[in-house]
Each structure stands twice: as C-alpha cells, then as structure tokens.
C-alpha cells in the first residue's frame, strides 16, 4: 500500500495564520487599515520594477502610511521643537526610514508593514534625538528642565526622559524610575511589589540613587 504524501504549502499557512492573529488581535476599522497598506505595498512592488524609487509615491499617498508616519513627526516635533529640533528634521529621518521598510517587507514577515512602521520611526526618531544630545549642544537642551529635588521633577518630554535613564541608570534603576515617574504617588511597597524588589528601604535607596543620577545628567 503506498502513502500519498501531501505538499504542505508553507507560504499559504503562513499567510492563514497571520489572517487570524489580524481577525483576534486588531478591530475591524484598525484591520481596514492594515489590509489597505499591504494591499498598497503589493502595487508598490509591481511598480517598482519599472519606476524604481519613484514607485514610492503610492505609500505617500496612502492614508494608513500617511497617518503612521504623521503621528509620529507631530509627536517628536512637539518633544523637542524647543530644543531646536525642527518638524523638517523629523519629516526627513521618518518618510526615509518608511521608505526603507517598505523596502525590505516581504509578504513572508511575521508582522504586517503597518505593525512595523511605527517601531521603527519610534527607534529611528530616539536615535537622531540621542545623536544631537550627544552633541557640544546639550547643556542648552537641558536648560529648560527642572526640578523641585531628589524626589520630585518635571519633565518636558517623555523621550528625552528615557533616554537619559538608559543613559545613566543600570537596569534595575531604570525599572524603579520609570515605574515612579509612570506613577508618581505610589507608595515604596507597591513600587517594589513592581520591580522585584522586597524591601521597601532598597527600593527608596535605589530609587533615591537613580534620580540622583538624573539629576546630574541634567546639570550637566
């Protein structure tokens, strides 16, 4: 007796099981969306073999394109425009990074494009913010922020705060520091149920160390 073997069609079930997470996951408005940008990613392939870079311009004027890339320059542009970081800066570090990941997308991916856009625009806009903190330009950055003491600050953007614990803080102070300045009245105990920590006097020491850390990288 033979035995028929089948030829499982690897492409197809991926495909399938991408369709269910996008029906389980994401609602029916967000799944128009995401349908609408691989939909446009697909022409954009078949056009670029006879229009190049130029085949571009259909992910440009794509509305769920359009919207990722926008969201983010209003977002970045609004953290640091004060610091002399322009939304032209933004709008040209962002359209050239969702150029190259609609570039390097593959039908085969895990993920759709409209789930990848905005992760890499994210890390994309934090390394350009941390280049130019990096720069002789920094101490007036920092110029505008303030603080009250060591248990008390004001930020004025959300990125330039991460960047700076990552910056100076080990993993642990990052922990505690980003879940207390998430939730600033919270008490020791709950802070340290939170992050690992048992004892509520580690957690304040630690704590106490990480915002002198930060303290001091914005003095300098």
């Known amino acids: 007796m033979t035995t028929k073997i089948t030829k499982v069609n690897k492409d197809k ?23 609408a940008l691989e939909e446009a990613w697909d022409a954009y392939v078949d056009l670029s073999d006879t229009e190049g870079e130029d085949a571009f311009r259909i992910m440009y004027d794509n509305p769920s394109m359009y919207f990722l890339v926008g969201k983010k320059i209003d977002k970045f542009t609004k953290a640091w425009s ?22 390097a997308h593959t039908f085969r991916d895990d993920y759709f494009l409209y789930e990848k856009i905005p992760q890499a625009l994210e890390s994309a806009g934090i390394d350009y913010v941390r280049a130019c903190l990096n720069t002789d ?19 004025e953007g959300d990125v330039e705060t991460n960047i700076l614990i990552e910056q100076y803080c080990n993993e642990q102070e990052q ?13 020791y105990k709950k802070l340290g149920e939170l992050c690992g920590l048992n004892h509520h006097q580690k957690v304040k020491r630690t704590l106490d160390v990480a915002l002198e850390k930060l303290r001091n990288a914005l003095l300098e």
Request: glycine share 2%; net charge positive.
């Open 13 to 35: 079930i991926h495909i399938m099981a991408k369709t269910e997470r996008l029906e389980r996951v994401y609602k029916k408005g967000t799944r128009y969306y995401i349908v």
């Open 82 to 103: 004060k610091k002399g970081l322009t939304r032209e800066d933004f709008t040209s570090i962002f359209w050239t990074t969702a150029w190259k990941v609609t570039e």
């Open 137 to 155: 330009k920094r101490k007036a950055n920092h110029a505008t922020a303030s603080f009250k003491d060591t248990s008390s600050y004001r930020f």
């Open 175 to 187: 922990a505690l520091l980003k879940a207390y300045l998430e939730y600033p009245t919270i008490s």
